[in-house]
């Protein structure tokens, strides 16, 4: 059912040096800063051969990896992401098999402007894990 990965999502306290980081020891292509408002984070896109990594920061007072920081002071990865080619199939299968979908169950439209969902982390060894629609 899962494609392939799309990204692997990091937290950083900050963006300027963890861009820094991937840019310039790292050698990776990264993107502008981009606020996004709606989902309480700033974010820079690294671009890998095979994926991506999302670099993220909270943007805004109701941030809601705002605790994920205050918890990991020193960042961390906070979530993967897979590719589905239905996501209101897979949000199904993952509930007829047990796995709870966070939030109302209804896709939202993510950082990609594609639909998004979040399953469980405790479903998934610990894991948050996010669908999107390929």
């Not at 990965?5 to 020891?25: G, K, Q, S």
């Not at 990776?28 to 994926?51: I, K, R, Y």
């Given at each position: ?22 840019r310039d020891t ?67 299968r993952m509930k007829?098999q047990g796995a ?35």
């Amino acid at each position: 059912m899962i494609g392939k990965l799309n990204h692997v999502a990091i937290v950083v306290p900050d963006l300027t040096a963890a861009t820094a980081l991937y840019r310039d020891t790292l050698g990776a292509a990264v993107s502008q800063p981009v606020d996004l408002a709606p989902h309480g984070v700033t974010v820079v896109f690294v671009e890998l051969p095979n994926t991506k990594i999302e670099l993220l920061h909270p943007f805004g007072e109701k941030s809601p990896i705002a605790g994920f920081l205050e918890k990991n002071p020193s960042g961390g990865i906070h979530h993967i992401c897979y590719e589905v080619d239905d996501i209101l199939a897979a949000r199904d299968r993952m509930k007829a098999q047990g796995a709870r979908v966070l939030g109302d169950g209804e896709p939202k439209i993510g950082a990609h402007d594609k639909p998004v969902l979040f399953l469980h982390p405790k479903d998934f060894c610990g894991t948050l894990v996010e669908l999107e629609q390929a």
